[in-house]
């Protein structure tokens, strides 16, 4: 089955950097798109970015623009986040996510938390 695991997550003080990775297992094809999403305490889970596997194009949320990289790696099993001058507003919980196809993703891994002092 489908397996996404998270890991990278950590306590930084405000102004470091931590880089998140995700790494996909047990599906058979090259999944369309795959994302980052973030659930803060006390928050809705938030859209953080994107990368679409056939162009290779970015999308990031306004509050990350300039500070995060999406990246995947040449065999497009694993995701990368680099997150620099982190702040307080980016302590969460960090979901990796990925689509098939369609927009939609389907596949959820456990999250890895980021706390941010």
């Known amino acids: 089955h489908v397996q996404l695991v998270e890991s990278g997550g950590g306590s930084v003080e405000a102004g470091r950097s931590l880089r998140l990775s995700c790494a996909a297992s047990?599906?058979?094809?090259?999944?369309?798109?795959m994302g980052w999403y973030r659930q803060a305490p006390g928050k809705e889970r938030e859209w953080v970015t994107a990368i679409h596997s056939s162009t290779g194009s970015t999308f990031y949320t306004d509050s990350v623009k300039g500070r995060f990289t999406t990246s995947r790696d040449n065999a497009k099993t694993r995701e990368y986040l680099q997150m620099n001058n982190l702040g307080s507003e980016d302590t969460a919980l960090y979901y990796c996510?990925?689509?098939?196809?369609?927009?939609?993703?389907?596949?959820w891994g456990q999250g890895t938390q980021v706390t941010v002092s």
């Open positions: 996510a990925a689509s098939p196809g369609g927009g939609k993703y389907e596949y």
């Open positions: 047990g599906y058979p094809y090259t999944f369309d798109c």
